[in-house]
């Protein structure tokens, strides 16, 4: 299984900067995993053949590509670009986003082969299957409505916090996996900025250790994503500080094999 975390900003020689403003995995270069950078960052490759998005929930970093995304290959779509979301975060997005004020309603838009937008929801904590994938959304505690998720295909199992604050029944659903390639856990605050982490529901690394004091088994890297791109310079020396075995900065752009 080959997992991408799309890059999202320019650094100032034009390349693509390591730092994190946007949400957007990359699956076997088939399924995408939140929408953040998808229109702007996906290769023509991945263009191609990316027409499943699943969404954690509707916070603006992780869908700001999917309206550009349906938008830019609006004619030339043979099939629906299917979204998999609750029914909560279904909702947000149809009030929201796809409101014909902010943006067109996808849902209701044909190009000459068909539909161009369809919504597949979810439930938590039943498995369901997209491409190859077999998808698990495991419920996580943000501000809004969110899942973290645990997926497979079959030879490989990675799972995903998603956003989140301290968020107990999400390392139970790990423990009871049986093999786990990698974990990817949130980390967008400094120690410093613990009260704005508290109430924005995100971890800091000090409480990232105590998360991961939750994890029964540790044969798998844990690496660590959505570090706020202000504070990224401090949440990656204080995590280096926790000295724990196994623990990463997730690299934007990198393709990780498992
Ligand atoms: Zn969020």
Known sequence: MKLQLLPSTFGENGQASARQHLSCFVVDDLVAVDAGSLAMATSFEQKKQIRDVILTHAHLDHIAGLPLYIDDLFSTLRRPVCVYA?????????????NWSVYPRFSELENDNGKVMHYSPFEIGKEFTVKHLRVKAVEVNHKVPCVGFVISDGKATFALTSDTAEAGGFWETLNAEQDLSAVLVECAFPNELEELAHISYHLTPKNLRLELEKVARRDFP???????????????AQIAELEIENLHILEVGKVYEW
Not at 90 to 98: A, P, T, W, Y
Not at 222 to 236: F, G, L, S
């Open 86 to 98: 609750t029914r909560e975060v279904i909702e947000v997005l149809e009030r929201d986003i796809f």
């Open 222 to 236: 844990v690496y660590v994503v959505n570090i706020k791109p202000m504070y990224r310079d401090e949440i990656v």
